[in-house]
């Protein structure tokens, strides 16, 4: 899947020029130069240890934006393929249950509903019925 290139996602080529803070100098030249390579040392320990997070920051941020992207269209595809099956495993539920309710009353109404030829006359003796063409 190629997505177009989005300007706003840093790339390992770029130069970061970051805005540190100026430290504070030591009042005596002897303290400043005893002291200048373990500072030294040491704001850099700092510097990189914030220049990590704020990188880190950047990119959990972008990296959560697009998971949740492709969790949701993902999650779409799944949602619409479970509708799509539930709906038509009802449907078809459905009708078959229909059929077999229509099915019953028919046959339980044709039961019930003799053709007029078969029925006996009040006056007729069970034996002298017409002959019924369905018997």
Not at 22 to 43: C, F, I, L, M, V
Not at 57 to 67: E, F, K, N, T
Not at 96 to 115: C, D, G, N
């Amino acid at each position: 899947m190629s997505r177009p290139f989005d300007p706003n996602i840093p790339t390992l080529t770029e130069i970061v020029h970051p805005t540190v803070p100026p430290t504070p100098r030591p009042d005596s030249g002897a303290s400043a130069a005893k002291d200048a390579p373990e500072n030294a040392g040491a704001d850099q320990e700092v510097y990189a240890q914030r220049l990590v997070q704020g990188i880190v920051q950047q990119l959990q941020g972008r990296v959560d934006g697009m998971l949740e992207h492709h969790l949701r269209d993902a999650m779409a595809d799944v949602v619409q393929h479970a509708l799509t099956t539930l709906t038509n495993d009802i449907r078809a539920g459905l009708q078959q249950a229909i059929e077999t309710i229509v099915w019953r009353a028919v046959a339980a109404e044709l039961s019930q509903a003799q053709p007029l030829c078969c029925q006996q006359s009040p006056t007729e003796a069970p034996g002298d019925a017409k002959a019924c063409p369905q018997q």
